[in-house]
């Protein structure tokens, strides 16, 4: 169920805009509003999950679903020429900010190792 509180699920349900790269039933690709490198993409289930422990067995097949999505707006901005990185936050340790699940993809300059 969507929570009303949650900025992603507002913005899925469309009560919020965003700018969508990508759109199917179960997935969601948005342009993020504060990018931090030149392509800065998040790759977000349409179910309201928390955070990446959470997932229970049942959802699993999302995690792979999320992978070929990325896969698919990858290839169409055609990102793996140079490069891209893929980034999964879960818990304030982590910095997450917003608690519904979403994947990263940054691309378009040169990464560092290890992230701050
Ligand atoms: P995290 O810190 O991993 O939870 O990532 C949350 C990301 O969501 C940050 O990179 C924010 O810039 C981004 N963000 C916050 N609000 C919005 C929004 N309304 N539309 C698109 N991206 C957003
Ligand atoms: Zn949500």
């Known amino acids: ?13 469309k009560n919020k805009s965003g700018k969508t790269e990508y759109e199917d039933d179960e997935v969601v690709v948005l342009w993020d509003i ?12 349409k179910m309201h999950i928390a955070r990446l422990s959470e997932f229970s067995e049942k959802d699993l097949h999302l995690l792979t679903k999320m992978m070929s999505v ?11 020429d140079k490069g891209f990185r893929l980034v999964i936050n879960d818990g304030h ?4 900010s917003i608690f519904h699940v979403h994947m990263h993809i940054l691309s378009g300059r040169r990464m560092t190792w290890p992230p701050g």
């Open 34 to 45: 504060n990018p931090q490198a030149p392509v800065h993409l998040l790759v977000i289930p």
């Open 93 to 96: 340790d982590s910095g997450q």
């Open 70 to 80: 990325t896969q698919k707006v990858v290839k169409r901005l055609k990102l793996s």
């Open 1 to 13: 169920l969507p929570d009303n509180d949650c900025i992603f699920c507002n913005i899925i349900e």
